[in-house]
């Protein structure tokens, strides 16, 4: 039996002008994660998928074409490809996670990069970081349609994140810990939709949302300088210029709107909604003295949960890693 697990993630800023070509910053959410146990099936029975907490089991061989393969499925059948076994395996891998679905915290990327690790780890193989990452992306688009390949980046590596789509990966130094309360407002919002509707905005009315891209991607900038030099006061302040921006763009919700609001009256130094938008979670940057009334504040306000996660400071970082997103012929 193998275990292996992943954690979840949040994007601090930067979402949607990441998938056109501007930078976000991500980071791990140590306290949600996903976990995928491995063990040989009985003979015959090809490869079993039990996921528990969606209540859903597939199995290898059900689909009536690999296009309409569950993404399940295909985490296991692009890892046992990738590492040179074929797909005559009885195998039953169970699913767990404590990551909340379609609320912008990289449930599915988790999932897929548990299946991966696991399955790596079953067949005592070696997978990279950068490896598992580009494995997860080709699921992500099975969900998302057109991923930025933030969230798969985020999840493989599990550090903060600074990323560019096709550029060579930074992970971030961080001059001091951040404390980061993720509000949920309870509204599932699936990515792929909401992606899709800033498509159709964008293709409506290219220049304003080219500015408004161009915008983000300055605010973005302007957070790494200050996650840098530990200067919260300022990723703070580039947080609500982000939100700014995202409602601009048409993604915000009265309900996220409401929780930023209400972290910004208690004391946040920053709040936006983070992810797709449109439901999900929103993020507040507290201080160890504002956190308590301010998670008060985003409960009061109508928060579904409110997590609590901190970004730590880095000391061990040299320079930039692989490139991100190669095509899978760059394997
Ligand atoms: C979703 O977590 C983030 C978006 O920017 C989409 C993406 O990057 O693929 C909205």
Request: hydrophobic share 45%.
């Amino acid at each position: 039996m193998t275990v292996a697990c992943a954690q979840g993630k949040i994007i601090l800023c930067g979402e949607h002008a990441v998938v056109y070509g501007r930078p976000a910053i991500a980071v791990p959410v140590a306290e949600v994660q996903a976990r995928a146990t491995v063990e040989d099936g009985v003979e015959g029975q090809s490869i079993v998928i039990v996921a528990r907490d969606l209540g859903r089991v597939v199995t290898l061989g059900d689909e009536a074409s690999d296009e309409t393969r569950d993404p399940l499925l295909a985490a296991a059948v692009n890892t046992l490809e990738y590492i040179g076994l074929g797909l005559g395996h009885d195998l039953v891998i169970v699913l767990e996670s404590t990551i909340p679905v379609a609320r912008g915290l990289g449930s599915g990327a988790a999932v897929s990069a548990a299946i991966t690790r696991a399955l790596a780890q079953h067949f005592s193989k070696d997978l990279t970081a950068e490896q598992v990452s580009r494995l997860v992306y080709d699921v992500e688009k099975l969900y998302h349609g057109t991923p930025s390949g933030v969230d798969n980046t985020v999840v493989a590596h599990q550090r903060a994140v600074y990323f560019v789509r096709g550029q060579r990966l930074e992970i971030l130094r961080v001059g001091a810990p951040l404390l980061l309360l993720i509000a949920d407002t309870g509204v599932e919002s699936p990515t792929r939709a909401v992606v899709g509707a800033v498509r159709s905005a964008w293709q409506e009315s290219k220049d304003r949302y080219e500015t408004l891209f161009d915008e983000v991607g300055g605010t973005v900038v302007g957070i790494r300088d200050a996650m840098e030099k530990g200067d919260a006061a300022e990723v703070g302040r580039l947080m609500d210029e982000n939100h700014r921006l995202l409602r601009a763009m048409e993604v915000s919700s009265s309900q996220l709107d409401a929780l930023v609001n209400a972290a910004k009256r208690h004391g946040a130094l920053g709040a936006k909604l983070s992810g797709a938008g449109r439901g999900g979670n929103m993020i507040a940057l507290a201080t160890p003295e504002t956190c308590q009334e301010v998670k008060k504040a985003l409960q009061d306000a109508g928060a579904q949960g409110v997590l609590q996660t901190e970004v730590k400071a880095t000391t061990d970082v040299t320079g930039p890693l692989a490139p991100s997103m190669a095509s899978p012929s760059q394997r």
